[in-house]
């Protein structure tokens, strides 16, 4: 019998994955509590444009082999539940789970005998044979340890613009929180991801995905602080990373910080649960990297400040303009912006800061409580991707 | 008129240099304070035996166009003096510039019009233009801004064992303190290197150098950490690591610290600039990194008391057998060991330690006040290498 999948979360990760799916010929059903995103899905348009070939997947399946719904009940027929819904932080830097527990007591209500979950969301350790399991277990009646249902963790791996292209080319893990359920969830992906690797436990699933956004802001936290080290040797940085770069040697760009969903919140999975075991300096590079990564904003200021004076006029009537205010170039996305987080920074000192991204209108802008101008009407123009001064 | 070249200091790193300049055609003077290894290589005897090709070097070469010698005067006759001496750090992990200035003021009492010095042992920031140009100029008495001399500097970048091909097929750079020097530097080094790429200025190769390290010395640091991290979550660090890495991440391997000459010193050149210059917070991360490195002998020391605990003996008679105490495996080199330093951190814990390492005879590990002996006669022995407790 051929499996019938339900992707809970049609956002970023899950709406490319659920239209991968669709083109390996399985019966789709797409979850999402957006019910006009799913009624866009259905009439087969693309709610996120910049995912190069997801148009086409969602012309091509939307509203026929993948349908999408604010409705759990509609997915009470499927046999494998893919959840893929966001994980926050709060201000405590601590996991908000409140979004997937919604989700997985959704599954749980319509979980049938031998059906398989599989979680894609990157959560802290020991997430989904913990909190997981217990939703699950605790909504369906079933037994996992009785083998009534298996779970699994298979942490996504796209990257909003290449999504489609990661998921047919790059390795991707799954590991059970049992042996059988780890075989299950397997088998299952194999059928439409290429590049499938079983590892021993869905606990190091989970880890796996975190270490990988650990490299990564612990390595861009090292680039930003080489770049102040070397802005105050009067050292070209870039002209040093060129020839410093090989083989063995992979120095990062620096940047205004760390945005997004990932990289800057999944550190802090990992401190957190160091200091919950008491473990404190079992995290002080992770912790450091962090703290490096959130005052970029702070150094940037200064030196937008420090040329302004070059300006004359008074510097606050200096029209500074933050050129790029989503967290990534060529994403629509303002969650943890630091460019953002920097032009809010320079407001509250009193500057004359207007704003300036070519994915936002400027009606988009103002709905934001930002001022718009075109870089050409500024005094002066940070541009936050290239870090250039104009 | 073909270039005569001087290499000052015939260590690890000026040895395999002096070899490949020789076997490229030239008469080189090489000079070390250590006479019996200036009458061994004069004789084609290699003091570098784990040095992959250099035996065949000096072999061919030593005593005939590598001739070396202890005194200065000898070089007199060369043009281009190339200078790789140690540099160390004391206690406070500041530079002890010592060996360096008697090299260089050695060189200047020799210095003749038009002649080119290039430094390539790894110093501070701005080392060559300031410390070096002032030794030379004070000996010489030639001015480089009258451009009566050349000086630029251009890091080795060596791996004990794989010297000779690093320096075949690794790209090499200089840089000239001024534009002339830079240009004369790039001229005379190109006949012997194949890959050599003119940067900036001096400063500029001399922070190339430094941030490579940097790099190895964080990202050894984060996989450390990482260890750490995994272990109180009982997850198989290795196995999340190998499915963590790809082409966009590359998590190193864990260690009982960083050792030699080169990894756990050059942070220092930056941390303590930062601090002379007063920018405390600009080197947070290099600091953090050093003091996780350093910490892992405590770390491995409380792993390898617990395991011993489950020998049935009281705990300090327990032999203990650290195998493997070089900085690292396959190169007879104990500067900055770690391995060492664990070693001698449990002895000092009153426990019944012992040593093994196979580049090292028994009187040699006698010599070092240590006690030898074969791992399969020790109750508990600890792979230093593997990090493994057998």
């Known amino acids: 019998m051929k499996d019938n999948i339900a992707v809970i979360g049609l956002g970023k990760a899950g709406l490319p994955l659920a239209g991968v799916i669709a083109e390996n010929g399985f019966e789709v059903t797409g979850v999402d509590i957006d019910s006009g995103r799913c009624e866009a899905i259905n009439r087969g348009e693309n709610p996120i444009p910049e995912e190069a070939g997801l148009s086409e997947l969602i012309k091509r399946h939307g509203g026929k082999r993948l ?15 893919i959840v893929i819904v966001p994980l926050f932080i709060d201000e405590f830097q601590n996991p908000d789970f409140g979004i997937m527990e919604r989700a997985f007591r959704g599954v749980g209500r319509i979980l049938a005998k031998q059906d398989l979950v599989v979680l894609e969301t990157t959560v802290p350790p020991a997430t989904t ?83 990988e956004g650990c490299y990564r802001d612990v390595n861009i936290g090292l680039a930003n602080e080489l770049l102040k080290i070397a802005d105050t040797l009067e050292i070209d940085f870039y002209e040093a990373r060129e020839y410093a770069n090989h083989e063995y040697c992979h120095i990062h760009l620096p940047s205004t910080g760390v945005g997004g969903h990932c990289i800057p919140v999944y550190p802090w999975f990992l ?4 200091e919950r075991l008491e473990k404190f300096s079992h995290s002080r590079l992770l912790r450091a990297s962090r703290e490096v990564n959130d005052e970029m904003i702070g150094y940037w200021a200064e030196k937008i400040v420090t ?26 996305e303002l969650y943890h912006s630091r460019n953002l987080a920097l032009a809010k920074f320079l407001m509250e000192k009193g500057l004359d800061v207007y704003v300036y991204d070519e994915m936002f209108a400027e009606e988009e802008i103002l709905e934001l409580g930002l001022k718009f101008i075109e870089p050409v009407d500024a005094d002066f123009v940070f541009d936050s991707f290239q870090l250039v001064m104009i």
Chains 1, 2 share one sequence.
């Open 67 to 81: 349908v999408a719904t604010s409705d759990y009940g509609a997915a009470s027929g499927c046999n494998v539940f």
């Open 129 to 211: 044979e913990t909190r997981v399991r217990q939703w699950l277990e605790a909504e369906s009646g079933l037994s996992l340890s009785a083998g009534e249902f298996y779970l699994a963790h298979s942490p996504e791996r796209i990257m909003t613009g290449v999504s489609i292209s990661r998921l047919r080319e790059f390795p991707k893990v799954v590991g059970g929180v049992d042996i059988e359920s780890g075989a299950r969830a397997l088998e299952v992906y194999e059928q439409f991801i290429p590049d499938m690797h079983q590892v021993s436990s869905a606990r190091v699933a989970e880890f796996i995905k975190i270490i």
């Open 271 to 274: 401190v957190k649960e160091m």
């Open 307 to 332: 040329r302004c004076m070059r300006v004359e006029k008074p510097l606050n009537e200096v029209k500074i303009c933050v050129k790029g205010i989503t967290f990534r170039s060529g994403v629509k």
